[in-house]
């Protein structure tokens, strides 16, 4: 008998090694351009609204001394566009940040020649349709490499109605053994865009109160009579989308151009591209690039408080925080321990929650062990809390743009949790026992000692609930952190005391003791059932690792989580032999699939946007402003995938058609700042608001400070509000 049960374990063994091999091999693909391209095309990355890809053009091989040509390929979806150098109104430059070997240096993008996109009464300069950005590369005399591995880190700003910032890393290996000329037409296509230098062509500059005016003579013939643009590589000088008057006199050109009236800048000497207008449709014309000395005086710059403010400046709301009063730190301290209460109703904490029940079970009517067990999970919140407290103090200290919640901002710690609870539901639900995975003498540490055990549970309490942000915590954190130290460790750690108090005040309640059920059989299926909501969590932490390394990152990470569920399994039926073929199993795809757990999402496509979803555009700081500027009243939905809190919120009141209705009717502008990865931008605009954690939302008005509505939102409370922006 026991010889027929070996012979179906090795064939139980077998399949297991039959299945993962092919998902093993698939998973080579969850890492793409790992190992780069050989070629002169590298690895291509979807982007939201774009594609690109990395190409090479070296005519007379990869050799040192010579000079070989990259170049960004940029796809852009149809009505979106990209930035020139000069991105004109608004906008921001494409920026290229190569890693190539010691001695190789990359020069600067070749820009094609841009086209205006008019915006009411702005316009930018940039780029739609497909675009290739070459840049040259020299190699030094003394270089030698069979390969020239090269990065590209691109960034890049793309904007419709709405802007979005997208990035991609992208990967390339060139071989020394041939010329690379299979993109020879893109790259010539490239270079017959780019302005071009005419020995002919002269240009004049003059600057009065009217405006920059410009008079250039030798442009191509067949540009007379016809209408141009004028692109300047200097910024902020100009109105771009403001009316301006160009005419001909002959083979002379003429035009004067309005100034900017919150331009900050003056030149001396300035260069620019002139070209033809087109329409709209195919690659810009290509134009010719002049420069000249500016004759006469600029105009004075107006003054600051010339300047409409859109919203009040980020700096004094934080500076208004950074001097409080003993009455605001005794607000701080009350609201940290209410809203430490209050977290324990989040659903973050709900998981965790489920381990103090079967706790309390475990200990029966035994009073002394649930007061002693009280006390230490306590002392684990507190503690955990104080600990994090610190590390953000010390990280913000050091010019770190971190807010609360930001140690799941990291996709490894996100992984590591979800490791966690995989590993915490299984060992519920019965798969097996702490004391199979460990000698004799550690197995019966957990009831050895129950109260290091209580602790732990209190730091693991604290991991999952930190993100959360619960009714009053908003502020206290805001404050906190502009705090001295010790006086923002105490908010913290009355946050921790707040959130372990209903666990400690029931520890020390003879009488729930006394209403415990008794132990008996049904404690085995309660067990087993509470392995449903660490399994729920983590169901929600790889969603959020979705959101950070993309599908990708999340396959990769079930592969690992089914690797480790085999060992789990086989260590519980003490098949040791199993055991060891799941482990090489786990160690292979950790090797081979694991890096793609933690690497940023850029080339990941994104999912098509909801019809709701589209309602809410992306928030930048400029769009803000832009929007408040035109006086339309602006409400930001400060998120982030980690926050269960804020998907909540989402589902049940930013979604309802109610609100979305009454946003449209009365004007108002949604925009989304998504903080699921670090972002300074975001980090800023939350200590503006007295802020450092997530949920926030908040309705600005031109004229009017800005409304910070409650954590926990309702449907009645945001409409209130958008109906107040009316008035």
């Not at 607000?331 to 998981?351: H, K, R, S, Y």
Request: glycine share 10%; hydrophobic share 50%; aromatic share 8%.
């Amino acid at each position: 008998m026991q010889w027929a049960i070996r012979r179906a374990m090795r064939a139980l063994a077998a399949g297991l090694l039959a299945a993962l091999l092919p998902l093993w091999a698939a998973a080579q693909g969850l890492l793409p351009g790992l190992t780069g391209t050989a070629g002169g095309a590298g690895e291509r990355a979807r982007t939201e609204h774009a594609q690109v890809q990395l190409l090479a053009h070296a005519p007379q091989g990869v050799a040192a001394g010579r000079t070989l040509w990259l170049g960004l390929r940029l796809e852009h979806e149809p009505g979106w566009h990209t930035y020139w150098l000069n991105p004109g109104d608004s906008g921001l430059p494409i920026e290229l940040n190569w890693t190539l070997p010691a001695g190789v240096q990359a020069g600067a993008i070749q820009w094609p020649t841009p086209r205006k996109f008019p915006l009411g009464e702005l316009a930018n300069y940039g780029y739609d349709g497909t675009v290739l950005l070459p840049v040259p590369v020299q190699l030094p005399p003394d270089w030698q490499g069979a390969r020239l591995p090269v990065q590209l880190h691109a960034t890049w700003l793309i904007c419709r109605r709405e802007c979005v910032p997208e990035e991609a890393t992208l990967r390339l290996e060139l071989p020394t053994s041939a010329p690379l000329t299979q993109h020879a037409a893109a790259f010539e296509a490239a270079w017959a865009a780019a302005p071009r230098t005419l020995p002919q062509a002269r240009a004049e500059l003059r600057v009065d109160a009217e405006g920059l005016h410009v008079r250039a003579t030798g442009l191509p013939a067949d540009w007379r009579g016809q209408p141009l643009e004028f692109f300047p590589e200097t910024g902020n000088l100009i109105a771009p989308g403001a009316a301006w008057t160009q005419r001909w006199d002959g083979e002379v050109w003429q035009a004067t151009l309005p100034f900017n009236p919150y331009r900050s800048e003056t030149a001396a000497q300035l260069a620019f591209v002139l070209a033809r207008a087109d329409e709209g449709h195919g690659p810009a014309p290509a134009g010719v690039r002049l420069q000249a000395k500016v004759q006469g005086d600029w105009p004075a710059v107006p003054a600051p408080e010339a300047v409409p403010a859109a919203a009040p400046a980020p700096s004094a709301a934080a500076s208004s925080l950074s001097r409080p009063t003993g009455l605001g730190l005794g607000l701080a301290l009350l609201g940290a321990l209410v809203g430490g209460m209050i977290l324990n109703l989040m659903p973050c904490v709900f998981p965790v929650l489920a381990i103090k029940v079967m706790a309390f079970q475990a200990h029966g009517a035994d009073a002394r062990a649930h007061r002693l067990g009280g006390l230490a999970y306590t002392a684990g919140v507190v503690l955990s809390f104080l600990a994090l407290g610190g590390v953000l103090l010390a990280l913000r200290s050091a010019g770190e743009a971190v807010g609360w919640g930001f140690q799941l901002q990291n996709p490894w710690m996100v992984a590591g949790l979800t490791v966690l609870f995989t590993f915490i539901a299984l060992n519920l639900a019965g798969l097996f026992e702490l004391r199979q995975l460990a000698p004799s003498s550690l197995a019966g540490l957990q009831l050895r000692h129950p109260l290091a055990d209580a602790f732990l549970t209190g730091v693991l309490a604290t991991a999952v609930a930190s993100p959360c942000t619960a009714p009053f915590m908003g502020a206290s954190l805001g404050l906190a952190v502009t705090l001295p130290a010790a006086q923002a460790l105490a908010v913290f750690g009355l946050l921790g005391l707040g959130m372990a108090l209903p666990y400690l005040a029931a520890s020390w309640w003879p009488g729930l003791a006394r209403r415990l059920p008794r132990p008996g059989p049904w404690m085995e299926t309660f067990r087993q059932a509470m392995a449903f909501p660490m399994l729920a969590a983590a169901v929600w932490l790889l969603w959020v690792l979705g959101q950070q390394s993309g599908i990708h990152g999340v396959a990769a990470l079930l592969l690992l989580l089914l690797a480790l569920t085999w060992v789990l399994w086989a260590l519980g039926r003490r098949a040791r032999g199993l055991a060891a073929l799941g482990l090489l199993a786990l160690l292979a795809l950790g090797w081979s699939v694991g890096p793609a757990v933690v690497r940023e999402a850029a080339a990941a496509a994104a999912p098509e946007p909801s019809r709701v979803d589209a309602v809410w555009a992306p928030w930048t700081p400029q769009r803000q402003a832009e929007l408040l500027a035109a006086g339309r009243p602006v409400f930001v939905d400060f998120t982030a995938a980690w926050c269960v809190t804020c998907q909540v919120n989402k589902a049940a009141v930013l979604h309802d058609a109610r609100v979305l209705r009454a946003a449209e009717e009365a004007g108002i502008a949604l925009l989304r700042a998504d903080w699921t990865r670090r972002d300074p931008a975001i980090t800023e605009a939350l200590a503006a608001l007295g802020r450092s954690g997530v949920p926030v939302y908040v309705l600005h008005v031109p004229g009017r400070a800005p409304q910070v509505l409650t954590e926990v939102l309702s449907v009645g409370e945001v409409l209130a509000a958008f109906d107040g922006a009316r008035r």
